[in-house]
Protein backbone atom coordinates (compact mmCIF):
# COMPACT_ATOMS: atom_id res chain seq x y z
CA UNK A 1 0.00 0.00 0.00
CA UNK A 2 1.11 3.29 -0.94
CA UNK A 3 0.68 6.55 1.43
CA UNK A 4 0.41 9.69 0.65
CA UNK A 5 0.25 12.18 3.62
CA UNK A 6 -0.06 15.76 4.11
CA UNK A 7 -1.24 18.84 5.78
CA UNK A 8 -4.68 18.76 4.75
CA UNK A 9 -6.96 15.66 3.34
CA UNK A 10 -10.07 16.81 1.88
CA UNK A 11 -12.31 13.65 0.94
CA UNK A 12 -15.17 16.17 -0.46
CA UNK A 13 -17.50 12.73 1.01
CA UNK A 14 -16.47 13.88 4.81
CA UNK A 15 -15.30 16.69 6.71
CA UNK A 16 -11.74 17.83 5.98
CA UNK A 17 -8.69 15.69 7.69
CA UNK A 18 -5.58 17.84 9.56
CA UNK A 19 -2.47 15.97 9.17
CA UNK A 20 -4.26 13.10 7.49
CA UNK A 21 -3.69 10.26 4.85
CA UNK A 22 -4.63 8.27 1.81
CA UNK A 23 -3.95 4.93 1.65
CA UNK A 24 -3.18 3.34 -1.98
CA UNK A 25 -3.39 -0.04 -3.22
CA UNK A 26 -3.31 -1.05 -7.52
CA UNK A 27 -4.97 2.16 -8.57
CA UNK A 28 -7.71 2.30 -5.53
CA UNK A 29 -8.04 3.91 -2.53
CA UNK A 30 -7.94 1.82 0.23
CA UNK A 31 -8.48 3.68 3.35
CA UNK A 32 -7.76 7.37 4.83
CA UNK A 33 -7.80 9.16 8.15
CA UNK A 34 -6.39 11.85 10.55
CA UNK A 35 -2.63 11.55 11.39
CA UNK A 36 -3.36 10.01 15.32
CA UNK A 37 -4.99 7.12 13.27
CA UNK A 38 -3.45 3.92 10.99
CA UNK A 39 -0.05 4.12 12.40
CA UNK A 40 1.40 5.65 9.36
CA UNK A 41 4.12 7.84 10.79
CA UNK A 42 6.36 6.14 8.88
CA UNK A 43 4.98 7.82 5.58
CA UNK A 44 7.22 10.71 4.06
CA UNK A 45 5.55 13.99 4.18
CA UNK A 46 5.76 16.00 1.07
CA UNK A 47 8.95 18.17 0.50
CA UNK A 48 7.83 21.59 -0.87
CA UNK A 49 5.78 22.02 2.46
CA UNK A 50 2.00 21.89 3.32
CA UNK A 51 -0.33 20.43 0.90
CA UNK A 52 -3.97 19.49 0.36
CA UNK A 53 -4.96 16.00 -0.88
CA UNK A 54 -8.37 15.93 -2.92
CA UNK A 55 -10.03 14.20 -5.87
CA UNK A 56 -9.61 15.13 -9.16
CA UNK A 57 -11.63 17.44 -10.46
CA UNK A 58 -14.14 17.18 -12.84
CA UNK A 59 -15.00 19.28 -15.94
CA UNK A 60 -18.38 18.76 -17.01
CA UNK A 61 -18.63 21.03 -19.86
CA UNK A 62 -16.04 21.74 -22.44
CA UNK A 63 -16.04 21.87 -26.63
CA UNK A 64 -12.30 20.19 -26.78
CA UNK A 65 -12.35 20.67 -30.75
CA UNK A 66 -12.85 24.15 -30.26
CA UNK A 67 -9.20 24.71 -28.77
CA UNK A 68 -7.98 26.29 -31.72
CA UNK A 69 -9.91 29.34 -31.37
CA UNK A 70 -8.21 30.06 -27.67
CA UNK A 71 -7.78 34.36 -28.37
CA UNK A 72 -9.64 34.40 -31.58
CA UNK A 73 -13.23 34.91 -30.44
CA UNK A 74 -12.66 38.08 -28.66
CA UNK A 75 -15.32 38.89 -25.91
CA UNK A 76 -18.88 40.14 -27.25
CA UNK A 77 -21.00 42.54 -25.97
CA UNK A 78 -24.10 40.20 -27.04
CA UNK A 79 -24.35 36.52 -28.06
CA UNK A 80 -25.53 36.79 -31.01
CA UNK A 81 -22.42 38.79 -32.06
CA UNK A 82 -20.09 36.05 -30.22
CA UNK A 83 -22.08 33.14 -32.46
CA UNK A 84 -21.77 35.19 -35.22
CA UNK A 85 -17.88 35.39 -34.79
CA UNK A 86 -17.49 31.69 -34.07
CA UNK A 87 -19.00 30.70 -36.92
CA UNK A 88 -17.62 32.58 -39.63
CA UNK A 89 -14.45 31.29 -37.98
CA UNK A 90 -15.38 27.59 -37.98
CA UNK A 91 -15.99 27.98 -41.80
CA UNK A 92 -12.62 28.33 -42.60
CA UNK A 93 -11.57 25.53 -40.83
CA UNK A 94 -13.56 23.12 -42.53
CA UNK A 95 -11.09 19.85 -41.80
CA UNK A 96 -11.49 18.95 -37.97
CA UNK A 97 -8.40 16.44 -38.54
CA UNK A 98 -6.34 19.95 -39.89
CA UNK A 99 -2.71 19.84 -37.49
CA UNK A 100 -3.51 22.77 -35.75
CA UNK A 101 -7.14 21.46 -34.57
CA UNK A 102 -5.65 18.56 -33.12
CA UNK A 103 -2.35 19.65 -32.02
CA UNK A 104 -4.86 22.31 -29.77
CA UNK A 105 -6.95 19.36 -28.40
CA UNK A 106 -4.49 17.59 -27.86
CA UNK A 107 -2.33 20.63 -25.94
CA UNK A 108 -6.20 21.33 -24.31
CA UNK A 109 -6.10 17.73 -22.85
CA UNK A 110 -2.65 18.15 -21.07
CA UNK A 111 -3.45 21.51 -19.50
CA UNK A 112 -6.46 20.55 -18.02
CA UNK A 113 -5.09 17.56 -16.37
CA UNK A 114 -2.07 19.90 -15.39
CA UNK A 115 -4.78 21.39 -13.71
CA UNK A 116 -6.09 18.60 -11.59
CA UNK A 117 -8.89 17.81 -13.90
CA UNK A 118 -9.55 13.77 -13.89
CA UNK A 119 -12.73 13.57 -15.81
CA UNK A 120 -13.97 15.40 -18.74
CA UNK A 121 -17.87 15.78 -20.33
CA UNK A 122 -17.06 17.01 -23.53
CA UNK A 123 -19.56 18.26 -26.32
CA UNK A 124 -18.43 17.07 -30.21
CA UNK A 125 -19.54 17.66 -33.76
CA UNK A 126 -16.91 15.83 -35.25
CA UNK A 127 -16.16 13.30 -32.58
CA UNK A 128 -12.52 13.76 -33.03
CA UNK A 129 -11.51 14.78 -29.34
CA UNK A 130 -12.86 11.07 -28.31
CA UNK A 131 -10.22 9.36 -29.80
CA UNK A 132 -7.56 11.37 -27.85
CA UNK A 133 -9.44 11.37 -25.10
CA UNK A 134 -9.00 7.71 -25.06
CA UNK A 135 -5.79 7.87 -26.15
CA UNK A 136 -4.80 10.27 -23.67
CA UNK A 137 -6.06 8.43 -20.76
CA UNK A 138 -8.73 11.13 -19.62
CA UNK A 139 -11.60 9.32 -18.50
CA UNK A 140 -15.01 10.87 -20.73
CA UNK A 141 -18.23 11.01 -21.22
CA UNK A 142 -18.19 12.60 -24.91
CA UNK A 143 -21.94 14.33 -26.06
CA UNK A 144 -21.94 13.81 -29.51
CA UNK A 145 -23.55 17.10 -30.43
CA UNK A 146 -26.53 17.55 -33.11
CA UNK A 147 -27.81 20.88 -34.76
CA UNK A 148 -30.52 21.19 -37.02
CA UNK A 149 -33.42 23.74 -36.75
CA UNK A 150 -34.84 23.07 -40.44
CA UNK A 151 -34.59 18.97 -39.95
CA UNK A 152 -37.86 17.85 -40.27
CA UNK A 153 -37.05 13.74 -40.67
CA UNK A 154 -34.92 13.38 -37.21
CA UNK A 155 -34.46 9.61 -37.40
CA UNK A 156 -32.51 9.90 -40.37
CA UNK A 157 -29.83 11.98 -38.87
CA UNK A 158 -29.80 10.25 -35.54
CA UNK A 159 -29.53 6.94 -37.40
CA UNK A 160 -26.57 8.42 -39.28
CA UNK A 161 -24.97 10.06 -35.15
CA UNK A 162 -25.44 7.04 -33.50
CA UNK A 163 -23.67 4.72 -36.66
CA UNK A 164 -20.69 7.08 -36.18
CA UNK A 165 -21.04 6.94 -32.44
CA UNK A 166 -20.50 3.16 -32.93
CA UNK A 167 -17.32 3.63 -35.35
CA UNK A 168 -15.92 5.68 -33.04
CA UNK A 169 -16.71 3.60 -29.67
CA UNK A 170 -14.95 0.59 -31.38
CA UNK A 171 -11.89 2.71 -31.44
CA UNK A 172 -11.40 4.19 -28.17
CA UNK A 173 -13.76 2.19 -25.89
CA UNK A 174 -12.47 3.61 -22.45
CA UNK A 175 -14.28 6.93 -23.54
CA UNK A 176 -18.49 7.11 -23.18
CA UNK A 177 -20.66 8.45 -26.13
CA UNK A 178 -24.16 9.62 -26.08
CA UNK A 179 -26.01 12.35 -28.09
CA UNK A 180 -26.87 15.29 -27.29
CA UNK A 181 -28.99 18.20 -28.84
CA UNK A 182 -27.10 21.75 -29.20
CA UNK A 183 -29.63 24.34 -27.67
CA UNK A 184 -33.64 24.92 -28.04
CA UNK A 185 -32.97 27.60 -30.57
CA UNK A 186 -30.54 24.98 -33.22
CA UNK A 187 -32.60 21.79 -32.88
CA UNK A 188 -35.70 21.42 -34.48
CA UNK A 189 -38.73 19.60 -32.42
CA UNK A 190 -38.26 16.92 -34.64
CA UNK A 191 -34.87 16.38 -34.22
CA UNK A 192 -35.35 16.79 -30.24
CA UNK A 193 -37.63 14.24 -30.50
CA UNK A 194 -35.66 11.75 -32.49
CA UNK A 195 -32.88 12.23 -30.40
CA UNK A 196 -34.94 11.81 -27.01
CA UNK A 197 -36.75 8.40 -28.27
CA UNK A 198 -32.81 7.12 -29.50
CA UNK A 199 -30.86 7.02 -26.16
CA UNK A 200 -34.05 6.48 -23.53
CA UNK A 201 -31.48 5.56 -20.62
CA UNK A 202 -28.40 7.36 -21.88
CA UNK A 203 -27.19 11.10 -20.26
CA UNK A 204 -27.04 13.64 -22.47
CA UNK A 205 -26.67 17.40 -22.53
CA UNK A 206 -27.91 20.67 -23.68
CA UNK A 207 -27.09 24.16 -23.53
CA UNK A 208 -30.03 25.89 -21.73
CA UNK A 209 -31.29 29.42 -20.45
CA UNK A 210 -27.74 31.12 -21.41
CA UNK A 211 -28.84 34.20 -23.30
CA UNK A 212 -31.81 36.42 -22.84
CA UNK A 213 -32.18 36.03 -26.49
CA UNK A 214 -32.84 32.50 -26.43
CA UNK A 215 -36.01 32.69 -24.02
CA UNK A 216 -37.34 35.45 -26.19
CA UNK A 217 -37.30 33.22 -29.39
CA UNK A 218 -39.23 30.40 -27.02
CA UNK A 219 -41.74 32.96 -25.33
CA UNK A 220 -42.24 35.10 -28.97
CA UNK A 221 -39.99 34.14 -31.84
CA UNK A 222 -38.25 36.26 -33.85
CA UNK A 223 -35.69 38.92 -32.18
CA UNK A 224 -32.10 37.86 -33.21
CA UNK A 225 -32.08 34.22 -33.18
CA UNK A 226 -34.59 34.15 -35.71
CA UNK A 227 -32.42 36.46 -37.94
CA UNK A 228 -29.64 34.47 -37.24
CA UNK A 229 -31.46 31.49 -38.56
CA UNK A 230 -32.60 32.81 -41.41
CA UNK A 231 -29.36 34.43 -42.63
CA UNK A 232 -27.39 31.23 -41.91
CA UNK A 233 -30.46 29.52 -44.38
CA UNK A 234 -31.86 27.37 -41.31
CA UNK A 235 -35.20 29.05 -40.79
CA UNK A 236 -38.12 27.02 -40.73
CA UNK A 237 -41.41 29.54 -41.33
CA UNK A 238 -43.92 26.47 -40.21
CA UNK A 239 -41.81 26.76 -36.70
CA UNK A 240 -44.09 28.67 -34.06
CA UNK A 241 -42.92 29.38 -30.63
CA UNK A 242 -44.04 27.14 -27.41
CA UNK A 243 -44.63 30.43 -25.31
CA UNK A 244 -42.51 28.38 -22.46
CA UNK A 245 -38.99 29.26 -20.93
CA UNK A 246 -36.49 26.72 -21.63
CA UNK A 247 -36.91 24.15 -18.68
CA UNK A 248 -40.36 23.50 -19.98
CA UNK A 249 -40.21 23.36 -23.49
CA UNK A 250 -37.55 20.38 -22.85
CA UNK A 251 -40.15 18.85 -20.57
CA UNK A 252 -42.29 18.50 -23.36
CA UNK A 253 -39.72 16.17 -24.96
CA UNK A 254 -39.29 13.91 -21.91
CA UNK A 255 -35.45 15.45 -21.70
CA UNK A 256 -36.57 16.55 -18.23
CA UNK A 257 -34.79 13.70 -15.72
CA UNK A 258 -31.87 12.91 -13.59
CA UNK A 259 -30.16 11.84 -16.95
CA UNK A 260 -29.84 15.86 -18.25
CA UNK A 261 -26.95 18.40 -17.94
CA UNK A 262 -28.25 21.35 -18.15
CA UNK A 263 -25.32 24.01 -19.48
CA UNK A 264 -25.23 27.45 -18.12
CA UNK A 265 -28.99 28.47 -16.87
CA UNK A 266 -28.03 31.82 -16.76
CA UNK A 267 -31.78 32.98 -17.55
CA UNK A 268 -33.52 30.73 -15.58
CA UNK A 269 -36.20 32.17 -13.63
CA UNK A 270 -35.92 30.39 -9.36
CA UNK A 271 -39.22 27.98 -10.22
CA UNK A 272 -37.20 26.46 -13.62
CA UNK A 273 -34.21 26.24 -11.12
CA UNK A 274 -36.72 24.16 -8.61
CA UNK A 275 -38.05 22.60 -11.42
CA UNK A 276 -34.25 21.04 -12.51
CA UNK A 277 -33.92 19.91 -8.54
CA UNK A 278 -37.18 18.33 -8.37
CA UNK A 279 -36.50 16.48 -11.79
CA UNK A 280 -32.75 15.78 -10.22
CA UNK A 281 -31.33 17.18 -13.29
CA UNK A 282 -28.03 18.82 -13.09
CA UNK A 283 -26.85 22.68 -13.75
CA UNK A 284 -23.50 23.35 -15.37
CA UNK A 285 -22.42 26.40 -14.76
CA UNK A 286 -19.46 28.35 -16.78
CA UNK A 287 -19.57 31.54 -15.56
CA UNK A 288 -16.39 32.92 -17.19
CA UNK A 289 -17.68 31.34 -20.83
CA UNK A 290 -20.69 33.39 -19.64
CA UNK A 291 -19.41 37.05 -19.51
CA UNK A 292 -17.18 36.21 -22.37
CA UNK A 293 -20.40 35.63 -24.43
CA UNK A 294 -22.11 38.27 -23.68
CA UNK A 295 -25.19 36.80 -21.74
CA UNK A 296 -24.38 38.42 -17.84
CA UNK A 297 -23.02 36.55 -15.03
CA UNK A 298 -24.72 33.38 -14.07
CA UNK A 299 -27.09 34.66 -10.56
CA UNK A 300 -24.99 31.80 -8.68
CA UNK A 301 -26.22 32.01 -5.31
CA UNK A 302 -29.53 31.70 -6.52
CA UNK A 303 -28.41 28.07 -8.16
CA UNK A 304 -27.40 26.83 -4.89
CA UNK A 305 -30.18 28.27 -2.65
CA UNK A 306 -32.71 26.46 -5.32
CA UNK A 307 -31.39 23.23 -4.16
CA UNK A 308 -30.36 21.70 -8.01
CA UNK A 309 -27.27 20.08 -8.25
CA UNK A 310 -24.46 22.64 -9.30
CA UNK A 311 -21.45 21.09 -11.49
CA UNK A 312 -18.94 23.08 -12.98
CA UNK A 313 -17.93 23.53 -16.30
CA UNK A 314 -14.87 25.61 -18.43
CA UNK A 315 -16.94 25.97 -21.52
CA UNK A 316 -14.52 25.74 -24.81
CA UNK A 317 -10.89 27.96 -25.29
CA UNK A 318 -13.57 29.85 -27.93
CA UNK A 319 -15.13 31.38 -24.77
CA UNK A 320 -12.77 31.03 -21.82
CA UNK A 321 -8.41 31.85 -21.18
CA UNK A 322 -8.01 28.24 -20.03
CA UNK A 323 -9.65 25.15 -19.29
CA UNK A 324 -8.02 25.14 -15.15
CA UNK A 325 -11.37 24.30 -13.41
CA UNK A 326 -10.21 25.98 -9.97
CA UNK A 327 -10.45 29.22 -12.05
CA UNK A 328 -14.02 28.64 -12.58
CA UNK A 329 -14.76 27.90 -8.63
CA UNK A 330 -12.90 31.59 -7.66
CA UNK A 331 -15.07 32.53 -10.86
CA UNK A 332 -18.15 30.86 -8.39
CA UNK A 333 -16.58 32.16 -5.13
CA UNK A 334 -16.32 36.17 -6.96
CA UNK A 335 -20.19 35.92 -7.43
CA UNK A 336 -21.59 34.23 -4.66
CA UNK A 337 -19.69 35.32 -1.61
CA UNK A 338 -22.31 33.43 0.30
CA UNK A 339 -22.09 29.84 -1.08
CA UNK A 340 -20.26 27.69 1.51
CA UNK A 341 -16.81 26.36 -0.11
CA UNK A 342 -17.71 23.21 0.63
CA UNK A 343 -20.83 23.31 -2.13
CA UNK A 344 -18.53 24.93 -4.44
CA UNK A 345 -15.90 22.06 -4.08
CA UNK A 346 -18.82 19.35 -4.30
CA UNK A 347 -19.59 21.11 -7.61
CA UNK A 348 -16.34 20.52 -9.10
CA UNK A 349 -15.61 17.30 -7.87
CA UNK A 350 -18.38 14.65 -6.63
CA UNK A 351 -21.78 15.88 -8.61
CA UNK A 352 -19.63 16.65 -11.68
CA UNK A 353 -18.68 13.09 -11.77
CA UNK A 354 -21.98 11.54 -10.68
CA UNK A 355 -23.94 13.73 -13.47
CA UNK A 356 -21.13 12.10 -15.90
CA UNK A 357 -22.00 8.73 -14.49
CA UNK A 358 -18.62 8.24 -13.32
CA UNK A 359 -19.61 8.39 -9.61
CA UNK A 360 -18.64 5.32 -8.94
CA UNK A 361 -14.78 5.91 -9.28
CA UNK A 362 -14.26 9.51 -9.15
CA UNK A 363 -15.10 12.64 -6.91
CA UNK A 364 -14.27 12.04 -3.86
CA UNK A 365 -11.74 10.32 -1.85
CA UNK A 366 -13.34 7.40 -0.54
CA UNK A 367 -12.14 3.89 0.24
CA UNK A 368 -12.88 1.47 -3.68
CA UNK A 369 -12.74 4.31 -5.56
CA UNK A 370 -10.00 5.03 -8.49
CA UNK A 371 -6.81 7.08 -6.99
CA UNK A 372 -7.49 9.82 -8.58
CA UNK A 373 -5.77 12.36 -6.52
CA UNK A 374 -4.28 15.88 -6.97
CA UNK A 375 -1.80 17.22 -4.20
CA UNK A 376 -2.76 21.38 -4.55
CA UNK A 377 0.33 23.11 -2.43
CA UNK A 378 -1.04 25.63 0.42
CA UNK A 379 0.56 28.31 2.54
CA UNK A 380 2.06 27.73 5.75
CA UNK A 381 -0.45 28.50 8.54
CA UNK A 382 -3.33 29.04 6.96
CA UNK A 383 -6.04 27.43 8.32
CA UNK A 384 -8.99 27.69 6.04
CA UNK A 385 -8.36 24.83 3.26
CA UNK A 386 -11.77 24.87 1.48
CA UNK A 387 -11.67 28.36 1.11
CA UNK A 388 -8.27 28.39 0.11
CA UNK A 389 -9.18 26.45 -3.08
CA UNK A 390 -11.17 28.39 -3.97
CA UNK A 391 -9.00 31.19 -4.64
CA UNK A 392 -7.45 30.50 -7.86
CA UNK A 393 -5.10 27.93 -7.73
CA UNK A 394 -2.97 27.61 -11.01
CA UNK A 395 -1.35 24.68 -12.31
CA UNK A 396 1.86 25.09 -10.88
CA UNK A 397 0.63 24.30 -7.28
CA UNK A 398 -0.78 21.49 -8.66
CA UNK A 399 0.75 17.41 -8.86
CA UNK A 400 -1.06 14.67 -9.13
CA UNK A 401 -0.02 11.42 -6.70
CA UNK A 402 1.11 8.80 -7.78
CA UNK A 403 -1.91 5.58 -8.12
CA UNK A 404 -0.11 2.38 -7.48
ZN1 LIG B 1 -21.07 24.88 -24.60
Redesign the pocket.
Known sequence: MILHRAAWVVPIAGPVLRDGWVGVEAGRIVALGPSASGGVEAAPPFEQGPHAILPALVNA?T?LELSYMRGLVPPAASFDAWVRALISLRATNPDPLADGIVHAIRNAIGEARAAGTGVLGD?SNTLVPAGMLHDLGMPAHVFHEMLGFKVTAGCEMVTAARRRIDDVAQRAPAVRISLAPHAPYSVSPALLTSIAEAMPDAITSM?LGESPEEVHFLLHGGGPIQAALESFGVWNPSWTPPRCGPVEYVEKFGLLSERLLA?HGVQLSYRELAQLSFANATLVT?PRSNRWVGVGNPPVEQFYASGVRVAIGT??LASVEDLNLFAEMAEIRALGPKIPARSILESATRLGAEALGFGDDYGTIEPGKRAALIAVRVPEGMDDVEEYLLSGIGPEDVRWLTEA
Open positions: HHIHVCDS
